[in-house]
């Protein structure tokens, strides 16, 4: 068993955390919020995420994680994995100053022989900056970028498709390989800057495959065409593959737009510019922006004073998560055009930055509404049964742009119901 430290207990720090506790290795998270290295210490976890509280309890009890705001803690730890945010600059590129900041901190801190692993997402190149500002020859630096989905970051973390171990020294890359005690995964070994552009490109290439699904849709709503049987037999090709083809409000969360923007701006820097990321963020505009004209539309063309019950705020469903999240954008727009709004999440229970009702019980988000609009793809919204709430509506108009409710049983009870790509 190894002695692991984890720097930055977010999302996919602490899902990392817990994982690697639970396969037996001793683990100390490091974070400099002290809040949340008590809540994390006394069990609770600051993020909901599917599973994670359970696993970090059972760690606590055999003694496996402990959490510290001190990197002297750490002091013992042969692996050291940072898992810190890169977030957006304005220009779109990546700020990796709480990389650089733990580098620094980490110097007179590591271990002899110690590897240090960058999990964070990061632009190319990062790498070399922190072997830079380490300024320590007997440390290994390894890149193995994270591909953990909010909502599924366990699951994923036990049962990754691939785990990419990018490194100059061959014996550290299968040391870190090692601790993962995966039996199915395919791992690849390379280089720190491929591993680093794996990452971007992945996330790109799926942001780019939405954008083009979500164009498909419009095209289909053109013609007597449905999308959704149109992108069931192109996902049965596998060269395509069947996942991430469904229609939505667009695409969003803290990876996609983040990472599509920092390889586009990396990619302009290097005077190699990819304009198929500029037309996927366009896309995406586009794709918040028909779900709102399907609305007006039904509603005879304005939206002034229209009442709009949202479903779903989280960028998708099984998370907490409204960071850039596509019903965000869309609900903007909708009070751009003068609706208001009452939304109903099953766990995001406000949205600080917009004026809008967020209601505790869905039934009280549909009373008087003009219109229904499905944004999240949340299971539950599939147990409301129309013929209850038929009386409370103004109007009984949905629009579902996940496609995610029983379109028959709507219509059976009067309701006007519009899909997303098809008429
Ligand atoms: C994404 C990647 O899937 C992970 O592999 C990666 O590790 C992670 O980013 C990251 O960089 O940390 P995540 O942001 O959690 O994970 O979300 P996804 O499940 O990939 O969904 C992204 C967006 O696409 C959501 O808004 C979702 O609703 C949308 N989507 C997904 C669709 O509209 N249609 C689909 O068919 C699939």
Redesign the pocket.
Known sequence: MAKIAIIGTG??GLASAVGFAHLGHDVVGIDIDKSKVEKLTSGKSPIFEKDVEIYLAQSLAKNKIIFSSDYSDMKDCDFVFMCLPTPQNDDGSADINYILDSAKTLTNQLKENATLVIKS?VPVNTWKKVTEILNRTDVSIISN???????TALE?FFNPDRIVVGGISEEKAHLVADLYKSKDAVIVFTDNTSAEII?YA??SF??IK?SF??EIAAYAESTDANALEVLNAMGLDKRIGK??????????????PK?VSALKESAREKNVPIPLLDAALESNLKAHARIVSKVKKALGGSLKDKNISVWGLA??AN?DDIRF??AISVIELLISEGAQIKAFDPVVKQVKELAIEVKSEIIQSVENADAIVVL??WQEFKLVEPSLIDKLVKQKIVVDARNLLDKEKWINSGFMFIGNGYN
């Open positions: 999302y996919v997402t970028p994270e591909f953990l989905r909010e909502g994923d990452k992945s996330n799926l942001a939405l699904v979500n996942d991430f083809l469904k229609p939505g409000p667009g695409w969003g969360g803290m990876c996609f990472d960028f998708k998370t999240s596509p999240t793809e």
